[in-house]
């Protein structure tokens, strides 16, 4: 994640900064909002085929520059768009006092944060909190930011920090699952 975002869940806000994570499980009133001029996350949405709903209430979009947002260009919230695809999604919306100020809770990251035992628990990881386990022939510091007991053994995320090996080799190996992986950083 680049730039800085406010995640309330089950009306607790907490500021995400970069590498900070959320987890928010199913039916859990959550909702977000940037901070920064621009932000940049990645989402992970289950089950698969939610992203229709972001697809329903939003327009093709092709910028003209390589340049996300013009600074001076305001973003109007889909209202209708968004109140036609809440029903067919399982979405309720509920109403917030958004001129009321926020008072996230600053000093969040200081805490010693870990996953919780359950899959019906929010939670958030401050960035490098959790737990971290060294994988010797991957060369890989290895930390999980969900595994199968935070979500009801639907999929599992780690965060995975690798150095170049001296020689240039490479691991191979196969699953019978799925796997994602998204370049935050290097090459």
């Not at 590498?19 to 621009?38: K, L, R, W």
């Amino acid at each position: 994640m680049t730039g800085l975002m406010t995640v309330w869940a089950d009306g607790v806000p907490k500021d995400l900064g970069e590498g900070d994570f959320a987890m928010v499980p199913a039916y859990h009133n959550h909702t977000y909002q940037f901070i920064a001029q621009e932000t940049e996350f990645l989402g992970l949405v289950q089950p698969a085929g939610f992203d229709d709903f972001f697809a329903n209430v939003s327009n093709p979009w092709a910028p003209k520059y390589n340049v996300p947002f013009p600074p001076d260009q305001g973003i109007a919230f889909p209202g209708q768009k968004f109140q036609a695809a809440v029903k067919a999604y399982d979405i309720n919306q509920i109403s917030a006092n958004w001129s009321e100020p926020v008072i996230s809770q600053h000093g969040w990251h200081s805490g010693n944060v870990s996953l919780p035992n359950d899959s019906k628990t929010p939670y958030f990881l401050p960035n490098g909190a959790g737990p971290h386990y060294w994988h010797e022939a991957a060369g890989a510091v290895i930390s999980p930011l969900a595994t199968p007991v935070q979500t009801d053994g639907n999929f599992t995320i780690a965060h995975v920090t690798l150095r170049k090996s001296q020689n240039n080799s490479t691991s191979t190996w196969t699953s019978a699952d799925h796997q994602f992986l998204y370049g935050m950083r290097g090459e």
